[in-house]
Nanobody
Framework: QVRLVESGGGLVQAGGSLRLSCAASGSILSANGMGWHRQAPGKQRELVAH???????NYADSVKGRFTISRDNAKNTVYLQMNSLKPEDTGVYYCNEYGLGYLGYDYWGQGTQVTVSS
């Protein structure tokens, strides 16, 4: 069973916006946190944005002020609003959900491609 499904990627010009969605197949209330990561060609996957169970957020320095992560627990969905996109934001964006402790888990989506043209 697929746990996380991302959508919303695409091709956009520099300065444009996209909103990514990550829909979980079940409740996300118990997750310790959820995040968006990206992997650019030839580079390691990096954390872009994270939201905790309590709603606290943090961002990579490169996207602060441009990206916003949010969650809708009723819809079991996490979003990434991306504004003022730059060519260096290009990559595959992955959603991640994790739980800590004895019954810890770590789920990943299949990824969605974001391409920003200059």
């Amino acid at each position: 069973q697929v746990r996380l499904v991302e959508s919303g990627g695409g091709l956009v010009q520099a300065g444009g916006s996209l909103r990514l969605s990550c829909a979980a197949s079940g409740s996300i209330l118990s997750a310790n946190g959820m995040g968006w990561h990206r992997q650019a060609p030839g580079k390691q996957r990096e954390l872009v944005a994270h939201i905790s169970r309590g709603g606290s957020t943090n961002y990579a320095d490169s996207v602060k002020g441009r990206f916003t992560i949010s969650r809708d627990n009723a819809k079991n969905t996490v979003y990434l609003q991306m504004n003022s996109l730059k060519p260096e934001d290009t990559g595959v964006y992955y959603c991640n959900e994790y739980g800590l402790g004895y019954l810890g888990y770590d789920y990943w989506g299949q990824g969605t491609q974001v391409t920003v043209s200059s």
